[in-house]
């Protein structure tokens, strides 16, 4: 029972609707930035209701990363309940029908017609104008007579595989994009989210990620004559501290204005200076 509730049409398309307005929301409201920023923006109250709701940070909060897990889950079981009914229809002409069975079709899906030469003859007839119009046919003899059936279109069949794989892929994505892993992290109790204030090189390991972490968007602070490789990775209530594999170093940060006074060009002399290697990589 719980699987079919899970594997139901009507829960995915509920989820689905449900991820659709969080996504116009995380469309609407800029994401990841200072909070000092939504308070001016929107004033006090509601940047306290935008941030204790994640508003602010919409693609990676739990619920709707939750959201995401069940609707993939929901998927998921769509496509393996049905997938196997599908592959195995698409060689299946339906041929095992009784006589009897036609005379459930409405009126809409059904007619009769006497045919004047043998069943065999009359089949093989409409056998061929049916295979001329690229339909394929299967003919069985019966005490009775002869079933005649025929089928087009099958591989349509398989826009439904592809259409809910996609959307299994899309949401999968979106699962990996939102931090997943840094937030299963964070709920096992490995890391917490960095609230204070200091020196960043002395900032404790549970509030640092690893270089090797696989996926991350950061924030890079280097002054004009110095080196960092420690950048800040925004939360909602605080950050984390990602280490890099490797350091930038600000040789020098410049301007260069048109002749009217206009900035014209903002550039900086860096180095790159990979921690494995030791190689050396200036750029402009």
């Known amino acids: 029972e719980v699987i079919e509730r899970l594997s139901s049409m009507r829960l995915a398309v509920a989820i689905l609707a449900v991820i659709c307005i969080a996504s116009i929301i995380g469309t609407v409201i800029t994401q990841n930035a200072a909070e000092i920023n939504y308070i001016n923006q929107f004033g006090p109250f509601w940047a306290q209701v935008f941030i204790r709701c994640q508003l602010n940070t919409v693609y990676s909060s739990w619920w709707f990363l939750l959201l995401l897990t069940f609707l993939v889950t929901s998927t998921s079981l769509c496509i393996a309940r049905n997938t196997p009914k599908i592959l195995r229809h698409l060689h299946d002409h339906k041929e095992n029908i009784r006589a009897s069975s036609f005379a459930a079709f409405s009126p809409k899906h059904r007619a009769e017609a006497q045919f004047a030469g043998t069943a065999i003859e009359q089949s093989r007839a409409l056998g061929q104008i049916l295979l001329a119009q690229h ?3 299967k003919l069985q003899t019966r005490a009775d007579g002869v079933m005649l059936a025929a089928k087009s279109g099958s591989l349509n069949k398989l826009g439904y595989i592809a259409t809910h794989s996609a959307i299994v892929l899309i949401c999968v994505g979106g ?6 892993l840094l937030k299963a992290q964070q709920w096992l109790g490995w890391k917490s989210v960095y609230t204070g204030s200091g020196y960043i090189s002395q900032i404790a390991p549970e509030h640092r990620l690893p270089p090797d972490n696989p996926s991350y968007r950061v924030n890079l602070r280097v002054s004009e004559g110095s080196a960092n490789s420690s950048a800040l990775l925004n939360q909602s209530q605080g950050v984390l501290i990602q280490d890099l594999p490797f350091s930038v170093e600000l040789k020098k940060f ?7 006074g206009a900035p014209k060009v903002f550039a900086s002399d860096i180095v790159i200076h990979d921690k494995e290697t030791g190689k050396k990589t200036p750029a402009r």
Do not use: A, C, N
């Open 135 to 137: 339909w394929k046919v």
């Open 254 to 260: 410049f301007v260069e204005y048109y002749s009217t």
């Open 175 to 180: 699962l990996i994009d939102g931090d997943l």
